[in-house]
């Protein structure tokens, strides 16, 4: 029988547990997931892409049927080189929606055989984002429970070497 492989494409900058309860939900859909880590030139991100990639590889040891890459370009190009034909994508709220229903749209007209599968986010999970998680270890504030344990403790280093970085 064929392998069901999904792609779950992102920055990652960093993975949270809001990410991993998608990535673990799905790995009872499909029998394998590809998280997709981009190199997004575009975007400043906390964490290079070699950091993003190790935190999710530590965050998901144990679950063999996950593979970590990246990519760099359009998805649906990437998409060629895998043998998925869906893209996974977690939804928080109705603020996300705009924003996946048109990234979605344009994939579908870049490419008619990849579909993009939703899933929403857990209960306890739906106010994280790895942008706020940033915003409040930047300013000191706790985040244990929001993030692997491994995120939390970069998170604590990066800051701290920003904060040394400022000083001097
Ligand atoms: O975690 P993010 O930042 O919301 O992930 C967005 C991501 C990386 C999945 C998206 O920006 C992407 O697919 N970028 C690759 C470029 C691309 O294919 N763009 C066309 C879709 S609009």
């Known amino acids: 029988m064929e392998e ?19 990535i673990k939900r799905a790995l ?24 993003r990639v190790e935190m999710i590889q530590d965050a998901l040891k144990g679950h063999p049927n996950v593979t970590v890459e990246s990519f760099e370009g359009l998805l649906m ?7 998925a034909r ?25 490419n008619q ?4 599968l939703f899933m929403v986010t857990g209960k306890d999970y739906f106010f994280v984002s790895s942008r706020t998680i940033k915003e409040v270890a930047s300013l000191g504030g706790s985040v244990e429970g929001l993030v692997p344990k491994n995120v939390a403790q ?8 920003q904060k040394r970085g400022q000083k001097s």
């Open 4 to 22: 069901k492989v999904a792609v779950y494409p992102g920055s990652f900058d960093p993975i949270t547990y809001g990410h991993l309860d998608i």
């Open 28 to 51: 009872k859909i499909f029998d394998k997931v590809i998280v997709a880590v981009a190199h997004n030139y575009d975007k400043k991100s906390l964490f290079t892409h070699t950091e």
């Open 77 to 83: 190009e990437y998409m060629k080189g895998t043998n």
């Open 86 to 110: 869906v893209v996974l994508r977690g939804l928080r709220a109705t603020s996300d929606f705009e924003y996946e229903y048109h990234m979605a749209s344009m994939n579908r007209s870049l």
């Open 113 to 116: 055989e990849i579909d993009t």
């Open 154 to 161: 970069k998170l604590r280093e990066k800051f701290a070497q």
